[in-house]
């Protein structure tokens, strides 16, 4: 007997609906949501109580290496069941979705375990420590038809989707040519490691923080101070200008560089870091445009941005307001204000979500282009070269 063509894709949507139905109970609108949070610092903890403030989640286990921040969670979650390792966390059949908060080299592995394991995914930016990491994870995401939500919360900001609709999607600006943006002074990737951390703790598991990279002894300030080294991340490159370039990739339609270049180094801070404290990216993009990204932790200089260069205007955009100023030299510039942290949406269309299987804002593709643009930048500066690259096929051209 022959199948018709409808009846089948219909037996294939069936099957996706059981698969993922099989991985996780069904969701409905007043059910509360079991949440498990994978690394427990300081973002991790944020990030939960913004969850814990939508009144629709229940935290019922973390994992983390160090048991302090255990205590510290399970005190603000009681009831909440502990774990050092990710993979028991993710034995929990009665868990929904999970928050990843990790040290960045360790979230491309934990995504997909959990992704695999049947959860929906809420995991912090960067997606990815490498560029090849990122089709994998997007992946196991839709072959598990698993939501995966990275927390590049400008997605879901009122104040960025309100510059888009009224800047962008009506092309007030006129022809862009140029995305200036910069974040100088993190204070985040100057962290020094307190007295404690001196002497590992015998409750700190160095050898499973660790995880994927190559063995070294235990040393504080690569544990405190991670982004300061580029075997766990990417420096302010992947932390901060990932946060940027989303929102040109937004604003633009467009993620797909085509070059890239990179200059800087360690000129203040010879503390050991392998990071750049001061640093500048250009990105060129198909559509004759450029990207730039500066940063420095040198004293002195402070503030984060974004600027979009246009024909008819310019647009300035920061987590707190935007102004838009027009061409001509009377202009008089409009500004807006937000009206709070951009976290609290983004979280709250992940949980959107859950609930009906719809795209996140800053769904697991997105995630994975807007972090290759940022490790093209740092590929750039690594290699000490100009970047040819192919966006389709997502490979580096030979020189």
């Not at 862009?176 to 020094?192: S, V």
Request: charged share 20%.
């Amino acid at each position: 007997m022959q199948i018709s063509t409808n009846t089948r894709r219909q037996v294939l949507r069936t099957a996706a609906a059981m698969t993922a139905a099989s991985y996780s109970r069904i969701l409905g609108a007043n059910d509360r949501i079991q949440l498990g949070l994978i690394g427990a610092g300081e973002r991790g903890y944020f990030v939960m109580t913004q969850f814990q403030g939508t009144n629709q989640v229940d935290v019922t286990a973390v994992a983390d290496i160090y048991s302090p921040k255990l205590d510290r969670v399970q005190s603000k979650a009681p009831g909440a069941k502990g774990y050092n390792d990710h993979r028991k966390l993710l034995e929990q059949k009665n868990i929904d979705a999970c928050l990843i908060a990790t040290p960045d080299h360790w979230h491309a592995n934990i995504a997909i375990d959990a992704l695999n394991a049947g959860k929906d995914v809420y995991v912090e930016k960067p997606l990815t420590l490498t560029i090849e990491q990122g089709p994998p994870i997007v992946k196991a995401a839709r072959v598990n038809n698993r939501i995966c939500q990275v927390g590049m919360q400008q997605r879901s900001g009122k104040i960025y989707l309100q510059a888009k609709q009224e800047y962008f999607d009506t092309n007030r600006l006129g022809k862009i040519t140029m995305a200036r943006t910069w974040w100088h002074g993190n204070t985040y990737h100057l962290r020094k490691a307190p007295a404690e951390f001196q002497t590992q703790p015998s409750n700190l598991d160095w050898a499973r923080f660790l995880g994927p990279i190559k063995w070294r002894d235990y040393d504080p300030q690569q544990y405190y101070n991670f982004r300061a080294y580029l075997d766990y991340g990417g420096g302010q490159v992947t932390d901060l200008f990932t946060h940027w370039i989303d929102v040109v990739h937004m604003f633009m339609g467009q993620d797909n560089p085509i070059m890239a270049s990179a200059s800087g180094g360690i000129y203040h801070y010879k503390d050991g870091r392998t990071a750049p404290d001061t640093i500048n990216v250009l990105l060129q993009y198909p559509k004759e445009w450029t990207a730039t990204f500066e940063a420095t932790l040198a004293p002195g200089i402070t503030g984060a941005a974004i600027e979009m260069c246009g024909t008819e205007g310019r647009l300035n955009i920061t987590r707190q307001a935007y102004t838009f100023t027009p061409v001509g030299k009377n202009a008089v510039p409009v500004t807006v204000k937000s009206e709070r942290d951009q976290t609290i949406d983004h979280v709250e269309n992940f949980l959107d979500c859950c609930r009906s299987r719809k795209r996140p804002n800053g769904d697991v593709l997105i995630g994975h282009r807007s972090a290759m643009a940022s490790h093209l930048g740092n590929i750039a500066y690594v290699q000490k070269r100009t970047l040819h690259f192919d966006p389709d096929r997502e490979e580096i051209l030979p020189l």
